[in-house]
């Protein structure tokens, strides 16, 4: 039974920092590439980041590029998302998932196989 089980959520002030984390069962963690998307209430779930199955690939919204920094180790079959100067607007819950390695990195939800149930990150002004 593939698994994914995010943790590392909780409460910070604006412009502290959270580390997730998430770890896979029940798959080959090294034939997937890996996913970070969040969703704010009221609005679609977005894209964050992957990574590549290798680490050697890295892709980022736009708008988050600086702040956070997606990776993974294949030895604990655990991929992280380390997030830094959070700002309110970064409220959301986390989601990671994992979508079977291509060649490029994915951003769109229906690319990713399978996901995890989240984690709730609140950055209070």
């Known amino acids: 039974q593939e698994q994914l089980t995010e943790s590392g959520g909780g409460l910070v002030q604006a412009g502290g920092s959270l580390r997730l984390s998430c770890a896979a069962s029940g798959l080959t963690f090294t034939n997937y590439d890996m996913g970070w998307f969040r969703q704010a209430p009221g609005k679609e779930r977005e894209f964050v980041a992957a990574?590549?199955?290798?680490?050697?690939?890295?892709a980022y919204a736009d708008s988050l590029k600086g702040r956070f920094t997606i990776s993974r180790d294949n030895a604990k079959s655990t991929v992280y998302l380390q997030m830094n100067s959070l700002k309110p607007e970064d409220t959301a819950v986390y989601y990671c998932?994992?979508?079977?390695?291509?060649?490029?990195?994915?951003?769109?939800?229906?690319?990713?196989?399978?996901w995890g149930q989240g984690t709730q990150v609140t950055v209070s002004s």
């Open positions: 998932a994992a979508d079977f390695s291509t060649s490029f990195l994915r951003r769109r939800i229906n690319d990713y196989d399978y």
């Open positions: 990574i590549s199955w290798n680490s050697r690939s890295t």
